[in-house]
C-alpha cells in the first residue's frame, strides 16, 4: 500500500470560513488528486497534480484551490466553505511508472461537514 | 465529460447467490478499473483490465472489458457476507491526456445477507 495519510480525519465548519485540508504520501508518487464523494454520484476529480507546482483543475473545481508545494503534500483549500461542500474527500496518488495503467492508491479520506 | 454509468446502484441478496454489475459508456476507454470500498476507508483496487474482449479472475470475482472498450462486468459468484461493501469502475479515457485522470462511475453498493 501507498502511505497516503489525510488530515484532519473529520472536520466541522461553519458557511464561509476558510478550510484546508492535508494530503501527505510518502511513495513519491509524481501524480496526485482530490476527489470528493457524495451519495449517488461515486468519485469526482476536484484538482489534480501532475509535479511541484504543477496543478490543474477536474470537473467539480468551483470553490476550491490546491497547492503543491513538496512531492509529498498536496493540500486542497475551500477558500469559503458553503453547505454544499460537506462531502467525504479523497486523496488519490498514483506513480509515474509506465506499467502502472493509472493506478491510483487512496487516502482513508476526510468528512467535512459545513454547517 | 466522460461519463460512466454504473448499475445497479444497490444490490442486495443473500449468500451463495450469484450477481453482476455493469459499467457502461459512449466513449473509449484505454484502461477500465473496478475498485472496491469499505465504510470509513478509500478504494482499494481489485483489477485493472486494458485489453478489449479481457476476462481476468479473482478467485470468485470475474471482471470482462467489452471489446470494444466501452463497456465493463464485474460478476461475483456464490456471494459472501465478506463481499459486502460498495464497488466501484473507473475508466481512463482513451483520447484524453495523460496525468492518469479517472472517470467514475456512481458506484454499487453491495449487501450480502447470511
Known amino acids: 500500500d501507498a502511505g497516503i495519510t489525510q488530515s484532519p480525519r473529520h472536520k466541522v465548519t461553519e458557511t464561509g470560513t476558510p478550510v484546508t485540508l492535508r494530503c501527505h504520501q510518502t511513495?513519491?508518487?509524481?501524480?496526485m488528486y482530490w476527489y470528493r464523494q457524495d451519495p449517488g454520484h461515486g468519485l469526482r476529480l476536484i484538482h489534480y497534480?501532475?509535479?511541484?507546482?504543477?496543478?490543474d483543475k477536474g470537473e467539480v473545481s468551483d470553490g476550491y484551490s490546491v497547492s503543491r508545494s513538496k512531492t509529498e503534500d498536496f493540500l486542497l483549500t475551500l477558500e469559503s466553505a458553503t453547505s454544499s461542500q460537506t462531502s467525504v474527500y479523497f486523496c488519490?496518488?498514483?506513480?509515474?511508472?509506465?506499467?502502472?495503467?493509472?493506478?491510483?492508491?487512496f487516502g482513508p479520506g476526510t468528512r467535512l461537514t459545513v454547517l | 465529460t466522460q461519463l460512466l454509468e454504473q448499475s445497479p446502484q444497490f444490490l442486495s441478496i443473500q449468500e451463495g447467490e450469484n450477481l453482476t454489475v455493469y459499467c457502461n459508456s459512449s466513449?473509449?476507454?484505454?484502461?477500465l478499473q473496478w475498485y472496491r470500498q469499505e465504510p470509513g476507508e478509500g478504494p482499494v483496487l481489485l483489477v485493472t483490465?486494458?485489453?478489449?474482449?479481457e476476462v481476468k479472475k479473482l478467485k470468485r470475482l470475474t471482471f470482462q472489458f467489452g471489446d470494444a472498450r466501452k463497456d465493463s462486468s464485474l460478476h461475483i459468484t456464490a456471494a459472501q457476507t465478506g463481499d459486502t461493501g460498495l464497488y466501484l469502475c473507473?475508466?481512463?479515457?482513451?483520447?484524453?491526456?495523460?496525468?492518469?485522470?479517472?472517470?467514475f462511475g456512481q458506484g454499487t453498493i453491495l449487501t450480502v445477507h447470511p
Open positions: 488519490a496518488t498514483r506513480d509515474s511508472g509506465g506499467s502502472s495503467y493509472n493506478e491510483q492508491f
Open positions: 511513495e513519491n508518487h509524481r501524480y
Open positions: 497534480s501532475y509535479g511541484v507546482k504543477d496543478t
Open positions: 466513449s473509449v476507454f484505454s484502461s
Open positions: 483490465v486494458v485489453t478489449g474482449g
Open positions: 473507473a475508466g481512463a479515457w482513451a483520447g484524453g491526456t495523460s496525468y492518469g485522470k479517472l472517470t
